[in-house]
């Protein structure tokens, strides 16, 4: 299966500000998924992302608070623009894999918002 | 949305089976049924798919019943690195992954 490397692991950023997480695999992938874990809940699916299109958010994200760039197969980057405390949580990238396995999880980043 | 339905908590004594049980009564003929786990606030990590047969690997078994609304994932001898919550997944129309609330299993030493 792909093997995701996921920057930044963890970071701690004032309100305010803007994180760019990026998501690099070591595989060509046309799928691409971004994912949010807050505190003690279950993941939720932010946006999918295929190369070469507009990413695809789902119904409570916007782009203007999640832009996403998807520039080849390879990579993605997901950022967190004018964060708030409430923006504090795990946020993970996730690929397909091609032998009908499910997908591949990245560790994620842990972004925690003063 | 999440198509899935799964208990909140379970406990299992080590070394015994643990049987989480999963609720998928929407599932469509051609969706597979996926289990994951997470062990505290890692990536989600494979366990197991299976479409209508039950399916055994290294890692868990996976029953599925005959009208396929039903499934479980059975850890043959529980560890308590087994301690994670286990996700039941049956992917959205758009090849997306849509989790839901999980169950969080404890294995008591």
């Known amino acids: 299966s792909a093997v995701i490397s996921q920057k930044p692991s963890r970071d701690i950023c004032q309100r305010g500000t803007s994180l760019t997480i990026q998501c690099q695999v070591d595989?060509?992938?046309?799928?691409m998924f971004w994912y949010r874990q807050q505190p003690g809940q279950s993941l939720t699916l932010i946006a999918t992302a295929n190369q070469g299109s507009e990413a695809t958010y789902e119904s409570g994200f916007v782009i203007d608070k999640f832009p996403i760039s998807r520039p080849n197969l390879t990579f993605s980057t997901l950022t967190v623009s004018n964060m708030s405390p409430e923006d504090s949580s795990i946020y993970l990238c996730?690929?397909?894999?091609?032998?009908?396995?499910?997908?591949?999880f990245g560790s994620g980043t842990r972004l925690t918002v003063v | 949305d999440a198509k899935t339905t799964q208990p909140t908590s379970m406990d299992c004594a080590e070394g015994r089976a643990a049987n989480l049980p999963c609720n998928h009564s929407t599932i469509s003929g051609n969706e597979y049924v996926y289990w994951y786990r997470q062990i505290h606030s890692q990536g989600p990590q494979y366990i197991i798919h299976?479409?209508?047969n039950n399916e055994t690997n290294e890692m868990a078994s996976l029953i599925i019943t005959e009208d396929r609304k039903s499934s479980t994932l059975i850890l043959p001898h529980a560890t308590l690195r087994d301690t994670a919550v286990y996700y039941c997944?049956?992917?959205?129309?758009?090849?997306?992954?849509?989790f839901g609330t999980g169950t969080s299993l404890t294995v008591i030493p």
């Open positions: 996730s690929v397909e894999t091609y032998n009908n396995y499910g997908y591949t």
């Open positions: 299976g479409l209508k």
């Open positions: 997944i049956v992917m959205g129309k758009g090849n997306q992954f849509y």
């Open positions: 595989s060509q992938v046309t799928m």
